[in-house]
């Protein structure tokens, strides 16, 4: 996978843009031509952008980084967002957590609040008139929007903003998925894909798509910037002396027989990490007995509510635990290069697993 991903690179010397950003180039010549020149007439271009998760909220500030850089008009957001976004110069018309939900179950007890900021999505997007919809994962959301937003257009007769969903459904995780897409063109202009077998499926199945890479691989340009070396070559490698420095960690603690620092990754949505620190908890209830030295490094995403639960569950945990606050890459890469073990759950591993050198990360163990 690593090198399939890797090819997808292009300009990538001096600083220079890939994967979705190099589409953009394209869009804005060929394939968006309309969308520009509706732009012009209104002296911008609008871009609703909506993300309900973390990693969204990364992906998504990137994109409009890029959009700024290459539009050929003066550029306005509207929508839905988290922090990063905010930087970009987004205002989210309420906080991204009211829509991170996980799956039916979790979704039941939050369906009102749920339905509210649907509608609050839609009559925010209505009334900004956007060129383009951009959604960011959080398919359960997004495509709700997207299909009420399309359906809203169409009952006005109005031609409606093109809609773009960035990172396709795990169609591949279903049984049946793949018949699944076929009803996205409906209210999908176009999907742009993650992983490389993407793109030919969605278009087999009747839905525009482009592969645009994957979003860990900007992770490894952005840590290598101003490096000479090849893409095959580049790297992600923590310093484990700056976070014993930092944390007053003792470098005994890393080599000590028995002693372990341990890295736990519980997600980024409330009920995955509660999920996901009970168990870990009870794990570690079990390990302290065993191991003379335990320390717990806890990498928090940057979610307020996620923030706030692990502010009460770490005045419980069962050994010494470190925060490791979202957003700073260069501490979690330092992180992982003084652990000697993880405790993550799958979809946050998968790909980064491959890619990023964690060197002393010898036992990873997924959920």
Not at 307 to 320: F, H, L
Request: hydrophobic content about 45%; aromatic content about 8%.
């Amino acid at each position: 996978m690593l090198k399939m991903l890797l090819r997808t690179i292009r300009d990538i010397k001096n600083g220079g843009e890939m994967g979705f950003s190099s589409l953009l180039r394209r869009s804005f010549s060929v394939r968006s031509g309309t969308v520009v020149d509706m732009g012009d007439k209104d002296g911008e271009l609008r871009v609703f952008m909506v993300a309900g998760e973390v990693s969204g909220d990364s992906i998504a500030s990137r994109l409009m980084a890029s959009l700024k850089k290459l539009s050929p008009l003066p550029i306005r957001f509207s929508g839905v967002g988290g922090p990063r976004m905010s930087k970009e110069g987004l205002e989210s018309l309420f906080p991204m957590e009211d829509i991170s939900v996980m799956g039916m179950w979790e979704l039941l007890p939050h369906l009102n609040k749920f339905r509210v900021r649907l509608k609050e999505t839609i009559e925010g997007a209505i009334l900004f008139q956007p060129h383009v919809v951009v959604t960011v994962d959080s398919k359960g959301f997004s495509f709700r929007l997207l299909k009420q937003l399309r359906a809203r257009y169409g009952w006005q007769e109005l031609n409606g903003p093109l809609h773009f969903h960035y990172v396709a459904p795990s169609f591949w995780a279903w049984k049946g998925g793949e018949a699944r897409l076929k009803g996205l063109a409906n209210f999908v202009d176009h999907i742009l894909c993650i992983l490389p077998n993407e793109e030919a499926v969605c278009k087999l199945n009747g839905l525009d798509a482009t592969f645009v890479g994957h979003p860990v691989l900007e992770d490894i340009f952005e840590f290598n910037l101003g490096k000479q070396a090849s893409p095959h070559d580049l790297k992600i490698e923590g310093s484990s002396e700056d976070f014993r420095r930092k944390f007053a960690v003792s470098s005994e603690v890393a080599s000590l027989e028995g002693a372990a620092v341990i890295s736990l990754l519980p997600g980024s949505r409330l009920q995955e990490v509660i999920r996901m620190l009970s168990i870990f908890a009870r794990t570690f209830d079990q390990l302290k007995d065993s191991i003379p030295e335990l320390i717990t490094v806890i990498h928090v995403a940057p979610n307020q509510h996620v923030e706030n639960y692990i502010d009460g569950v770490i005045r419980k945990w069962p050994v010494p635990a470190i925060l490791i606050p979202g957003g700073h890459q260069h501490l979690k890469y330092d992180a992982f290069s003084v652990s000697s073990s993880a405790l993550l759950i799958q979809k946050a591993f998968i790909v980064e697993s491959e890619i990023y050198d964690l060197g002393s990360i010898r036992d990873c163990s997924c959920w």
